[in-house]
T-cell receptor
Framework: LAKTTQPISMDSYEGQEVNITCSHN???????ITWYQQFPSQGPRFIIQ???TKVTNEVASLFIPADRKSSTLSLPRVSLSDTAVYYC????????????FGKGTRLHILP | NAGVTQTPKFQVLKTGQSMTLQCAQD?????MYWYRQDPGMGLRLIYY???????DKGEVPNGYNVSRLNKREFSLRLESAAPSQTSVYFC???????????FGSGTRLTVV
């Protein structure tokens, strides 16, 4: 399983775009990158998943450079409700073995 | 509503007591997982089950046992609870070839 490194915490202001970068230098050819969001007292929820280049959905965008050794989760125009912990995971999607969550990035949105 | 249901939501145990945390999903997912989350920490995998009838250890399996009762249900048992097992426990499930996990709302366990 590829090891990931994310910032421990980040602060931003309402209305700003927030970019959270995840490093995964030993990502394997079959690995996908998946991001989760966790609000206090709740389980994590899936946000976005990608393999290369750019993926966008109604919640976020995921940017993956050509070498795939890092990825950036982009949250447009954040609000106070985006305050949460964000986890970056790397692994094969066609395997159902264990997947390890790191400590994630604690994002704090200020008014 | 479809999803992952965990019971109970809260539990207080005395040291040495036993209990079983229940988890059920109604999404026809093959794989199920148990995680624990300590304050300010990420999630640590306790056990997982890739399919009915199979279970495997995760990062922190000591002090726990699991049972994959059927495709829907995956239970976690603490045989002799210890204060170090005070944590929030999350159950999750996923389809094969997906990696998009659905988590339950958690069980907050305190061992005194």
């Amino acid at each position: 399983l590829a090891k990931t490194t994310q910032p421990i915490s980040m602060d931003s202001y309402e209305g700003q775009e927030v970019n959270i970068t995840c490093s995964h230098n030993n990502i394997a050819t079959n690995d996908y990158i998946t991001w989760y969001q966790q609000f206090p007292s709740q389980g994590p929820r899936f946000i976005i998943q990608g393999y290369k280049t750019k993926v966008t959905n109604e919640v976020a965008s995921l940017f993956i450079p050509a070498d795939r050794k890092s990825s950036t989760l982009s949250l447009p125009r954040v609000s106070l409700s985006d305050t949460a912990v964000y986890y970056c995971l790397v692994g094969e999607v066609n395997r159902d073995d264990k997947i390890i969550f790191g400590k994630g990035t604690r994002l704090h949105i200020l008014p | 509503n479809a999803g992952v249901t965990q019971t109970p939501k809260f539990q207080v145990l005395k040291t040495g007591q036993s209990m079983t945390l229940q988890c059920a999903q109604d999404m026809n997912h093959n794989s199920m997982y148990w995680y624990r989350q300590d304050p300010g920490m990420g999630l640590r995998l306790i056990y997982y089950s890739a399919s009915e009838g199979t279970t495997d250890k995760g990062e922190v399996p000591n002090g726990y046992n699991v049972s994959r009762l059927n495709k829907r249900e995956f239970s976690l048992r603490l045989e002799s609870a210890a204060p170090s097992q005070t944590s929030v426990y999350f159950c999750a499930s996923t389809l094969p070839g997906d990696r998009k996990y659905t988590f339950g709302s958690g069980t907050r366990l305190t061992v005194v």
